[in-house]
Every structure is written in structure tokens, then in C-alpha cells.
């Protein structure tokens, strides 16, 4: 059989996506200045659990080619902060503020600020906001470790064995 695919360049072709990789990098914001920078490479849709609110999440290739998961608030006047941003693009987010809290036994509201530019040749490459939607509707993007290995676990259970069958 002939093909014309070059199997010593496989790692350039990982079905794996930014967010995975970056699945247990999570931006957290410390201390008032703290920022985090890179270029957008992925973009979903993070439904409620838990303690935590619906999210957007933006994938960061930082410069040291690091991947980071920026979540931000589903606040629409949040959103539209980074809603014409491109794959691509670079991003800045700074915690910027502190609030008060409104009543005591909560947190005060941490403020971000966001700092992007459009370059020309990503403007071919779809939106963040084109991207949010899309997982939006294709309802959101959840991967827990131990999520992961529950699903492993239980697509064995279907073989009716706790050996996981040939090539899995």
C-alpha cells in the first residue's frame, strides 16, 4: 500500500488541542498587577459545576510556548472585550482591582483588564467570539483527571472485563 504520509512527522499533526495541554494550567490571579500573556489558541465554552460559575476560557501560548487557560466571567460586557479577537492574537490580562465585598463571607469581585490587538494575518482565522459560540452550542468542553479515568474505567466495564482489551 502506498500512501503519500509522512509518518516521521507525526508529532506536527497531534489530535490533542491546546486546552488539553493546558488542562492543569490555570491562570490564577494573587495579587493586584499579576498578569498573564500570549497568543489565543483555543477558545470554549466551560459549563457550571460545582463552585464554579458558566465560564469562557481562553488558551494562551505563552512565549516560553506554554499553554495557560485564562477563565473569564459570562458577563456579557466582559465578554465583549475579547469577542473580536482572532486565533492568533495576542492577549494581555492584568488583575487589576480588588473590590470591597458587598456584604461580609464573600469574596470582592476581582477585576481584570484586557489588552489585545487584530493582527492582519490573523483576520482570516475565526473569532473568539466565533469559538465561544460554537462550544456554546456544542455544550462545552469538561475534562476532570479523574473524569477521564472514570470514562476509561467504565468503557472497560463493557467488555465485561477489568483488562482493558488489545490497542486501548
Not at 1 to 16: A, C, R
Amino acid at each position: 500500500m502506498s500512501q503519500s504520509y509522512d509518518f516521521k512527522s507525526y508529532e506536527k499533526d497531534t489530535l490533542e488541542r491546546p486546552r488539553d495541554k493546558a488542562w492543569d494550567n490555570w491562570w490564577k490571579r494573587v495579587t493586584v498587577g499579576d498578569k498573564v500573556q500570549g497568543y489565543i489558541c483555543d477558545v470554549f465554552y466551560r459549563p457550571a459545576e460545582g463552585d464554579f460559575s458558566a465560564q469562557r476560557v481562553l488558551t494562551l501560548e505563552q512565549v516560553n510556548g506554554e499553554f495557560i487557560n485564562v477563565s473569564v466571567k459570562t458577563f456579557p460586557f466582559i465578554l465583549s472585550k475579547t469577542d473580536a479577537l482572532h486565533l492568533g492574537d495576542p492577549l494581555t490580562v492584568i488583575y487589576e482591582e480588588q473590590k470591597e465585598p458587598s456584604r461580609k463571607g464573600i469574596n470582592g469581585v476581582k477585576v481584570d483588564g484586557f489588552y489585545g490587538k487584530q493582527l492582519d494575518e490573523n483576520k482570516d482565522k475565526p473569532t473568539v467570539s466565533e469559538l465561544y459560540q460554537q462550544s456554546v452550542e456544542e455544550g462545552g468542553y469538561v475534562l476532570e483527571a479523574k473524569d477521564a479515568e472514570t470514562e476509561v474505567d467504565a468503557a472497560f466495564d463493557d467488555f465485561g472485563t477489568d483488562t482493558p482489551p488489545v490497542g486501548v
